[in-house]
């Protein structure tokens, strides 16, 4: 299975009108998992990388909800970048898989769904020590 297959880029419904946008995200339904824990990123500069690990147990749905970044994806054989600018689009990162979040645009609003309530034990914050769990 590709990288691209592992972290599918996922849309979501627009069920705007004349009045606005309205997109619905339910955990189970247009993600792969109930939804335990969100948050979000914002005010942070084109310069700014955040993430910088991977996790044991938790799955995630990235949105950037109002302007612009880039996740970069690894899982250590290869190396997707995807880029999110639309608040109807969101990228599945499954367990074990590195990520860093960047670029992000000065109106940069990047929404975390997580499967999993935090626990700062089931990060790996090196990538050496990634790799090492990954393929061991």
Known sequence: ???????PVLYFSDLGDERGKLVVIEGGQAIPFEIKRVF???DSDSA???GQHANRESEFVLI?????SK???????????VELNKPMMGVYIPKMIWK???EFSKDSVLLVLASTHYDG???IRDYYEYLKEINS
Do not use: H, P, Q
Not at 1 to 7: A, D, G, I
Not at 64 to 68: D, E, H, Q, S, Y
Not at 71 to 81: A, F, L, Q
């Open 121 to 123: 034990n089931e990060y």
């Open 100 to 102: 860093d979040m960047c």
């Open 48 to 50: 700014v990388v955040r």
């Open 71 to 81: 996740v970069r994806i690894k899982d250590g054989n290869e190396e997707i970048v």
């Open 40 to 42: 979000y990123i914002y």
């Open 1 to 7: 299975m590709t990288l691209r297959e592992k972290c």
């Open 64 to 68: 950037n909800v109002a302007g612009k």
